[in-house]
């Protein structure tokens, strides 16, 4: 299972759910899959899409909040778990798509391709709803049976990149129609 399969069975399972994905080739891909106004791409700040997704789901409690993660994004900037599992925001759930390496530059290995475990450091950081999803049929299932909660989603998947454009919005353009789906109650 690569990358590109796991964002399109997350799309399909979901209604109205923001998005918010991490940057480089995830963010591509989720935008060749499905554009969509409830989705906000990273154009830079690595490794801040949890922490972002954080702050988006407290400020906007009566919204879901979908964080795609990665591991090399994850991995450096691991504090963001602790903050999220201690304040539990019941209308977050972080999805790491974890193909052990750093896939936007080259496919780099990270340490999960070693010994770095996500699920267990996802344990240690305090979150209580931790999934592992490990076939891509269950996908779909699995993230429909969540219901309101504070999760952690390790899905753990093959190297590579799948092969589509760049996302043709302008940054300002990608503010205003979040800012403007984010304000409506
Ligand atoms: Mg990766």
């Known amino acids: 299972m690569k990358r590109y399969d796991v964002i399109k069975k997350i799309v399909q399972s979901l209604d109205d759910e923001i998005i918010i994905c991490n940057l480089g080739a995830p963010s591509r891909e989720l ?16 490794g801040l899409v949890s922490s972002i997704s954080f702050g988006v789901a407290i400020s906007k409690p009566n919204k879901r909040v979908i964080c795609i993660d990665g591991d090399g994004s994850l991995l450096m900037n691991l504090g963001s778990l602790c903050t999220i599992a201690n304040n539990h925001p019941q209308n977050l759930t972080v999805i790491t798509i974890d193909n052990s390496s750093y896939g936007s530059t080259g496919d780099q290995k990270t340490y999960t391709s070693n010994k770095t475990n996500l699920e267990v450091i996802a344990k240690g950081a305090g979150f209580e709803s931790i999934i592992v999803i490990k076939k891509v049929e269950d996908i779909i299932p699995r993230l429909k049976n969540l219901g309101v909660g504070c999760h952690f ?5 093959d190297p590579g990149n799948a092969q589509v454009e ?3 919005l302008l940054p300002e353009e990608l503010k205003e129609r979040f800012m403007k789906v984010i304000s409506r109650e």
Not at 31 to 46: A, C, P, T, V
């Open 166 to 168: 760049n996302v043709p």
């Open 153 to 157: 989603v390790l899905i753990k998947v």
């Open 31 to 46: 935008y060749n899959i499905k554009d969509r106004n409830e989705n906000f791409y990273m154009l830079g700040s690595m």
